[in-house]
């Protein structure tokens, strides 16, 4: 079982990532590894970049040479973006917890039990940080010392959904597994002041532009801030799981179909598309007029904002959910290889969309000093459900839950695509050590054995599995 083990290693590409590039833009400047994938998007601050790890791990990276500052331990896999403000780290963990951390050093500050797990990413307004939890509830918590200032309940799991704060209102999604539910929550106290029903479930992180509000569940939707009324939708086709970012009047979103779309704002209007090799959950950041995303088939891509025209890829040893982040022409993104990556671009400012420029799902410098939740034109993301059922286990990569091909009550269709591929093999052994695949370890007992949890052993079986059907 060794040699298997060795074989799944050199299969799945996982020694060797990004070796070999090219010079100029998509050079690799350098990379920081980390024990599990990483889903968590990057924040950078103070020549600093902070990312959370499925290890259970935040790390502070110097953002020159890529030597890790120091790391801290959670209790559980980190997919929730750091946000770094006035030299504190706020970030959520699959443990429960969100945490306070010391920029310097990491050393706790405070931490806040929500009881279930924080997939969410935090945000800060006006000294308080708000952060949602799958024991479905908003948060609202002093950011000096985690007391708490109000709750909301929602209706279902908040997940990867992090809120975003603009004028005084918090907007936030949930989700059930069938639809959900996008809330307008008055900041200072938490009451309600609208709700839009989505027809999918809400993953995606809302951006707020000009009193408008961009929201993706199974289309990209475009409401009023003021209301909730929908101004217009676009089908994908698929789900969107990438949080849509917006500059100049365009839209940029990736969508579970595999297509990176830039629509128009004023009215959903298709501009452009660029197709990639696989499911794009990564959310996009714009940088001098390129737009960088990742996408589950590996890669980083550059593209013309202007056309969607492909400047340069990245090929990394996994698939990318985290947003990617720009900071002096730097790009800064994890991968499910468990890697942080630095690129150089040829961009030679920071990224300048509404994403970043909200502080939600990864940011930079300039929200950091401004933490006022301020419209994204006027200044400058992960997880699943570790539920199981009796039918077997969520989904464990996007909205597609696994499937049972040989009827045996064995889910070797890793990401549900009604074909047992190396891919799966890639991706189980990418999330071995997931809550959602540990919590579910009887349908993916592949080796037969009677001990609990789910180990490497399991892994080399799919991968002999796998050879067995070729």
Known sequence: MCAAGVGVLSVLGIAGAGAEQPDGPGTERWQFATDAAIGSSPTVVDDTVYVGSDDGRVYAVDTENGTEQWAFDTGGVVTSSPTVVDGTVFVGSRDGFLYALDTENGTQQWAFDTGLDVTSSPTVADGTVFVGSHDETVYALDAADGAQQWTFDTSYLVTESSPTV?????????????????????????????????????????????????????????????DGAEQWSYDTGEAVVSSPTVLDGTVFVGSGDGAVYALE?????EAWQFGTGGPVLSAPTVADGTVFVGSDDDNVYALDAADGAQQWSYETGGSIRSAPTVVDGT????????????????????????????????????????????????????????????????????????????????????????????????????????????????????????????????????????????
């Open 166 to 226: 603009v004028d005084g209102t918090v907007y936030v999604g949930d989700f059930d597994g069938f639809g959900g539910t996008l809330y307008a929550l008055d900041a200072a106290d938490g009451t309600q002041q609208w709700t839009y029903a989505a027809t999918g479930e809400i993953v995606s992180s809302p951006t707020v532009v000009e009193g408008t509000v961009y929201v993706g569940d199974r289309n990209v939707h475009e409401l009023d801030a003021a």
């Open 265 to 269: 704002a004023t009215d959903g209007s």
């Open 331 to 470: 790009l800064f993104v994890g991968s499910n290889d468990g890697t942080l990556y630095a690129l150089e671009t040829s961009a030679t400012r920071s990224s300048e969309d509404s994403r970043v420029r909200l502080g939600t799902l990864g940011h930079h410098h300039v929200w950091a000093e401004n933490a006022s939740g301020q419209d994204g034109e006027d200044g400058d993301d992960g997880g699943d459900d570790g539920g199981g059922s009796g039918d077997g286990p969520p989904p464990i990569v996007g909205d597609t839950a696994p499937q049972s091909l040989a009827g045996d009550g064995l889910y070797r269709d890793i990401d549900g695509d009604g074909e047992f591929t190396i891919g799966d093999v890639q991706l189980f052994f990418e999330h071995r050590d997931a809550d959602v695949v540990q919590d579910n370890a009887e349908f993916f007992n592949f080796d037969g054995g009677e001990s609990p949890g789910v180990s490497i052993v399991d892994v080399q079986a799919l991968f002999l599995d796998y050879l067995g059907e070729q």
